[in-house]
């Protein structure tokens, strides 16, 4: 009797603690050394699909979200989302659910910007954010990026780069105890500290200019370790994890851009940095980038305190 109390025990109370963590149940990334960068594994999410491994990304549901909106909002097809989602009429969608948007799913962009102005300004505009999209889904990267490496031990990834809720999330949260510290991703020089009127929802942050237009941009800060100008080393430490600016808890959010387009930082770790990095429950792959970035390096710099 005392060896199947001690027996139940073991399996259980790990399920107890994990349900009583803030971040829910939590799951390990798998080894990445043999999974290609530009392929998704489909099934390790649950997500149905006409086969095990397809080339797309994956959008977690916002309140009130429709298929129809996120069709619309990446430019695919309705039908074939429906379809390798399994999603059957009246094809309603919860808060919180994942979907795999297939890059074969994608529409053909048949507004043509023209010299004259016609068709409107307004067309040229959508045309260009769904090529964005586009190039977020099929994972294109840019090489002037170097290996980064990731800047929070023992960090859980929390929210992904890509489209949450109806916006596009441009950086990547890693949620951790204030005061842990927070690594720069590669070798740089340290072109800003602090926080701008313009920008308080980040809260206090640093920029690291690594060099041909590549950029490491780290928010919500507690504390800051280096000055402007200062050369740094991957992996050294610059500032702590805080909870400062928009922020609804301790983490980081990390930026990567090339000149102003942006990147998802994921797309550039090593499989040795991330494989078993611990991730929320709800979180996924999402697009790899790039897509436009919002504010301009420049804006920061030269943006009123």
């Known amino acids: ?93 919860k808060q919180g659910d994942t979907i795999f948007l297939p890059a074969q799913a994608l529409l053909p962009e048949n507004k043509i910007c023209s010299p004259s102005g016609s068709p409107s300004e307004k067309s040229c505009i959508i045309k260009a954010t769904r090529q964005t999209v586009a190039d977020a889904i099929l994972g294109k990267r840019d ?6 490496k990731f800047p929070v031990v023992g960090g859980v990834l929390t929210s992904p780069f890509g489209y949450r809720w109806g916006r596009l999330h441009k950086g990547l949260d890693i949620a951790a105890p204030i005061g842990r510290p927070v690594l720069a991703c590669a070798d740089g020089r340290v072109i800003f500290t602090g926080s701008r009127k313009k920008f308080r929802r980040y809260g206090n942050t ?20 280096v000055k402007k100008s200062q050369n740094v080393r991957k992996g050294q430490k610059i500032a702590t994890i805080g909870n400062t600016g928009r922020s609804t808890g301790p983490h980081l959010h990390l930026e990567v851009r090339v000149t102003n387009s942006m990147y998802n930082p994921l797309a550039y770790f090593s499989p040795n940095e991330i494989a078993g990095t611990l991730m929320a429950k709800r979180f996924s792959d999402p697009p790899m980038g790039p897509v436009r970035a919002g504010w301009q390096i420049p804006d920061l710099l030269t943006a009123s305190r």
């Not at 640093?206 to 507690?222: F, K, P």
């Open 206 to 225: 640093v920029l690291v200019d690594h060099g041909r237009g590549v950029y490491t941009y780290y928010a919500h800060l507690s504390g800051i370790s």
């Open 1 to 93: 009797m005392e060896r199947k109390i001690t027996w139940c025990a073991a399996i259980i109370l790990p399920l107890l603690a994990s349900c009583s963590s803030p971040l829910g149940i939590i799951k390990q990334s798998q080894d990445l050394s043999t999974t290609s960068n530009q392929t998704l594994d489909v099934a390790r999410f649950d997500v149905a699909a006409t086969s095990s491994q397809q080339e797309g990304a994956f959008h977690i549901v916002g309140s009130g979200e429709t298929l129809k909106h996120v069709c619309d909002v990446y430019g695919l097809d309705f039908q074939k989302v429906a379809k390798i989602n399994k999603i059957m009429p009246p094809f309603a969608l």
């Open 143 to 148: 090489p002037r990026v170097p290996e980064l």
